[in-house]
């Protein structure tokens, strides 16, 4: 059963930084894609960024471009998300979740980190 746990959220003022964590579990991720999604109270939910699993390479929403760095560590399983530069509209629950490279389609979610940005 693919588990996802995501960890590191808090409150931090305008300029800041936080490292968000996701632990996964339940199979091997090598042909994953493991996606960061962010949703504010009253918005839709909105993509952050993504890396693939085998390559490491990373894609990011215009918004967080310059600012946020996806990252992954084989060894302990993890997908790291360091927030730099943070900003009062990057507060939101925080997502981590996987798709096959194969797919479109994100299948699996963890249950999300709170990260409140105060100016």
């Known amino acids: 059963q693919v588990q996802l746990a995501e960890s590191g959220g808090g409150l931090v003022q305008a300029g800041g930084s936080l490292r968000l964590s996701c632990a996964a579990s339940?199979?091997?991720?090598?042909?994953?894609?493991m996606g960061w999604f962010r949703q504010a109270p009253g918005n839709e939910r909105e993509f952050v960024g993504s890396?693939?699993?085998?390559?490491?390479?990373?894609y990011y929403a215009e918004s967080v471009k310059g600012r946020f760095t996806i990252s992954r560590d084989n060894a302990k399983n993890t997908v790291y998300l360091q927030m730099n530069s943070l900003k009062p509209e990057d507060t939101a629950v925080y997502y981590c979740?996987?798709?096959?490279?194969?797919?479109?389609?994100?299948?699996?979610w963890g249950q999300g980190t709170q990260v409140t940005v105060s100016s």
């Open positions: 339940g199979r091997t991720f090598n042909s994953y894609t």
């Open positions: 979740a996987a798709r096959s490279i194969t797919s479109p389609v994100y299948r699996y």
């Open positions: 890396i693939i699993w085998s390559a490491g390479s990373t």
